[in-house]
C-alpha cells in the first residue's frame, strides 16, 4: 500500500475532533507513512531526566510501557538513530542486571528498531513538549528512507502538538455547553412541570398559553391576562409570579371591581394618619404591599379614570405618594392585570384611558374559554375528581360514557370555575357509587345555581319551586319576584360562605364584580340586608 502523502496525512489529522481521535489517528498515519510494525512514543518528563510513555500502536498498551531514562536522550541517542543491528539497551548502562533490550521493552519481541528524537519548536508561554522520541518497529532488513521519514515524523508531531490543545478547548467548550443545554433542559422541566400541575390542560390552547407565562415569566413588563370569567385569569397571574424574578416577594391580588368604590384608592395606594375621617393610623397600600413581588389586578376596567392617572404615574415613575402623604415612596412591582371586558372599546368609549391602556400591555396572554380547549373538558374533569379524592382522603370517581357526554354537550359559561364546581357537587351526588353516571352529572349541572342570565321561564319555574307562587306572580310581576329572589338568595349564600366574596362568586358562577354590583344594588355592602329594593 502507497504511504500517503504529507499533506493527505495533515488533511487526516485535522480532520479529527477529540484528542483521543487525534492521539489514534496520528498513531496510524506514523506507522502507514513509515511502514512500520509498531511505534511507541514518549516524552520527557518536566526534569528532562525520564521519558514518560505517551501513546502506543501495536505493541504494549501504554500503561505497560516503562519509563525510560534519558540517557538515551543524552549520551547515546542522537536525532536519528537506527538501531537494527546492535541491541538498543536502556537501563543504568548496558551490562547492569536491569539492562534490557529495548525492542522487547517496548513490543514485547527482539527486532530492528528505528528511534527519532524530534525537536519540536517551543511557542513562548505555552508548556509545549519540545522534544518527543518515537520508536518503530520495523521489518528486518527493510531500508527506511530515513531522512525523509525524519521530516515527515517532524511535520506530523508539530501539527500534532498544535492541533492537540485546540480540540482540547474545543472539547470543553462542547462539555460547557452540553452541561448548560442539560440544565436548560432540566430548568425547562421543572418549570413546564410546575405550570402544568397548576394550569391543568393537555389542548394546544392551554399549551400555547403555558409557552407564553414561561417565557413571559423571566422579564418584568406589565403582562395583561385577558379571557372571560372563570378561564383561569388568575391561576395565570400566579402561575407568572411563581416563575418570575418576584417569586420571592408577595403576591397581591385584588379585584376592583369589588371594591367599594369610595374605598379603592385607599386601598391600592394606602394612606397616613388623618388624611380622611377614620384614617387613625399610617396604612400601607395594595401597591406598596405589593414591592418586590407581583401586584395582579382583577377588572382593571373597573378602575375610575381619576385612578387610571394615578396608576399611571406609579408605572412611570416607579413612586407613590399615600393619601394624606407629603413624600413620594419608592415602589418596585411587577404588574399584572386582568379583564374580560374588552379595553380598546372601553377606551373608544372615553372609559379607560389609552396611555394606561398601553403601560398595562407591554405583553398580554389571552385565556381561551373552556368551549375553545380541544379535549380540556374531560381531562380537567377528571382532574378535579382526583383533586377531590385526595382532599376527602378516598379513591377518585370516575366519568361514565354518558357523562362524557353531558360534559362534551354542556355550555359551561363559567368556564373552569363552574367545571370544578359541578365535579364537587356530582362526587357528593354520588357518593354509594364509584362511578358518575350521565344522569348524576346532568343534576350536579342543573343543581348550580341558576345563571344570572338564566331566561324568564327558568326563574320562574325556580321561583315556584322555592315557594313563589304564581298568585304572587301575577300581584308583583316577573321582576320583583326574580329580585326577591334574587335577594333571598344572596342573603343564603352570604352566610353559608360567611360574607367571602371570593367564594361567594364563585359559587354563583359570577364574576367578583357583577356580585359587588348586585350587593350594591341591594345596598347590601355590609351584607345587612335591608329590603330596599
Ligand atoms: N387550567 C386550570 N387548571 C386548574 N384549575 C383551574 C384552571 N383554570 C381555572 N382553574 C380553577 O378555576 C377557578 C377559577 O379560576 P380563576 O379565578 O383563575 O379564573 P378567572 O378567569 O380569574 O375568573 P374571574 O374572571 O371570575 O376572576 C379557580 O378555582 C381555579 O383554581
Known sequence: MEAPSTTDALMTLMTCRSENELRAVMLKTVLASTKAQAIAVYLPDITGRKLIPFACDGGLPVARLPQLDNEVGTERFRELDVLQTEPFYFGKTPNSAKAQDLSTALFCRHGALVAHRILLETTEGQNTHNQVYVFLLVSAGSAPRLQEEHHTLHVLWRSYFHLSPLLHSLENLQKTEETQVEKSKHQKGQVDSMLSDSLVGRSPQ?????????????????????????????????????????????????????????????????????????AIENRDGLVKRASGGTLFLDEIGDLSVDLQVKLLRILQEKKLRPLGGSKDEAVDFRLICATHVNLKQAI?????????????????????????????????????????????????????????????????????????????????????????????????????????????????????????????LAEQGLRTVVSNFELDLLRNVYSQFEGDRSKMADFLKIPKRTLANKLSKFNCQTMEFDHEN
Not at 416577594?249 to 380622611?276: D, M, Q, R, T, V
Not at 359559561?413 to 352529572?441: H, P, W, Y
Open 206 to 278: 392551554i399549551i400555547q398559553v403555558r409557552e407564553k407565562i414561561a417565557q413571559y415569566a423571566q422579564n418584568k413588563y406589565a403582562v395583561l391576562v385577558q379571557g372571560e370569567t372563570g378561564a383561569g385569569k388568575e391561576v395565570v397571574a400566579r402561575s407568572l409570579h411563581r416563575l418570575s424574578q418576584f417569586s420571592e416577594g408577595p403576591f397581591i391580588a385584588e379585584n376592583i371591581a369589588a371594591l367599594p368604590e369610595n374605598l379603592i384608592e385607599s386601598e391600592l395606594f394606602g394612606y397616613k394618619k388623618g388624611a380622611f375621617t377614620g
Open 348 to 472: 373608544e368609549e372615553g372609559k379607560f384611558r389609552a396611555d394606561l391602556f398601553y403601560r398595562i400591555t407591554q405583553l398580554t396572554i389571552d385565556v381561551p374559554p373552556l368551549r375553545r380547549r380541544e379535549g380540556d373538558r374531560v381531562y380537567l374533569a377528571r382532574y378535579f375528581l382526583q383533586e377531590i379524592a385526595v382532599s376527602n382522603g378516598d379513591t377518585s370517581k370516575t366519568l361514565s360514557e354518558e357523562a362524557i357526554a353531558v360534559l362534551e354537550a354542556a355550555e359551561l359559561k363559567g368556564n373552569v370555575r363552574e367545571l370544578q364546581n359541578c365535579m364537587i357537587k356530582a362526587v357528593f351526588l354520588a357518593l354509594d357509587t364509584d362511578e358518575i353516571s350521565g344522569s348524576i352529572l346532568k343534576q350536579a349541572m342543573n343543581e348550580q345555581v341558576p345563571a344570572v342570565v338564566a331566561s324568564d321561564n327558568q326563574i320562574s319555574s325556580v321561583a315556584s319551586e322555592k315557594g313563589y307562587d304564581g298568585l304572587l
